[in-house]
T-cell receptor, first 113, second 111 residues
Framework: NAGVTQTPKFQVLKTGQSMTLQCAQDMNHNSMYWYRQDPGMGLRLIYYSASEGTTDKGEVPNGYNVSRLNKREFSLRLESAAPSQTSVYFC????????????FGSGTQLSVL | DAKTTQPNSMESNEEEPVHLPCNHSTISGTDYIHWYRQLPSQGPEYVIHGLTSNVNNRMASLAIAEDRKSSTLILHRATLRDAAVYYCILRGGGSNYKLTFGKGTLLTVNP
């Protein structure tokens, strides 16, 4: 099992460019999440999808959009990248119950110049 | 959302036990206590979780206070590979989906 797969692993953008971060999970999980992590900081929730067909804002949604394409895939889009969005982005997935663990991808390191 | 409070950093010596505390005074009756850790340059990984009773697995033990307002992650014999940031989060009830992480505790293990 691959678990949670994120692509790309690294990306450099210029200010104003757009891009989509891809995330896929093969564990048949209902819930998926996007987090960002700035240097020396904890994880901050950008958006989450409790189940297929639903998405909700997290702590820091401004400047991002998401799509829950199907049960497996949850993408994060930056429409007009800004230097403040330079960060490491993690995708995670889980089943719905409170005693279910989260599984994380290996992250995407994004630099916006 | 129920919040957790952890020390910013802790230090331990190799092969000694480590007790990582977490306060969660606003925990609700349906909240599970989860612990994750993040090794350098990696995504977080699950460590352990519990509801009311103490829990053990191959990685660690989780001790939960009787009033559930605090918990302690116990690494019985720290190794250099245990150096990581440890996160304590609550999951359940209203926070079941909107899972928030704080800054965690940076554990340094000295040889």
């Amino acid at each position: 099992n691959a678990g949670v797969t994120q692509t790309p692993k690294f990306q450099v953008l210029k200010t104003g460019q757009s891009m989509t971060l891809q995330c896929a999970q093969d564990m048949n999980h209902n819930s998926m999440y996007w987090y960002r992590q700035d240097p020396g900081m904890g994880l901050r929730l950008i958006y989450y999808s409790a189940s297929e067909g639903t998405t909700d804002k997290g702590e820091v949604p401004n400047g991002y959009n998401v799509s829950r394409l199907n049960k497996r895939e949850f993408s994060l889009r930056l429409e007009s990248a800004a230097p403040s969005q330079t960060s490491v982005y993690f995708c995670a997935s889980s089943d719905l119950a409170a005693n279910e663990k989260l599984f994380f991808g290996s992250g995407t390191q994004l630099s916006v110049l | 959302d129920a919040k957790t409070t952890q020390p910013n950093s802790m230090e331990s010596n190799e092969e000694e036990p480590v007790h990582l505390p977490c306060n969660h005074s606003t925990i609700s009756g349906t909240d599970y206590i989860h612990w994750y850790r993040q090794l350098p340059s990696q995504g977080p990984e699950y460590v352990i979780h519990g509801l009311t009773s103490n829990v053990n697995n191959r990685m660690a033990s989780l001790a939960i206070a009787e009033d559930r307002k605090s918990s302690t992650l116990i690494l019985h014999r720290a190794t250099l590979r245990d150096a990581a940031v440890y996160y304590c989060i609550l999951r359940g009830g209203g926070s079941n989906y909107k899972l928030t992480f704080g800054k965690g505790t940076l554990l340094t293990v000295n040889p």
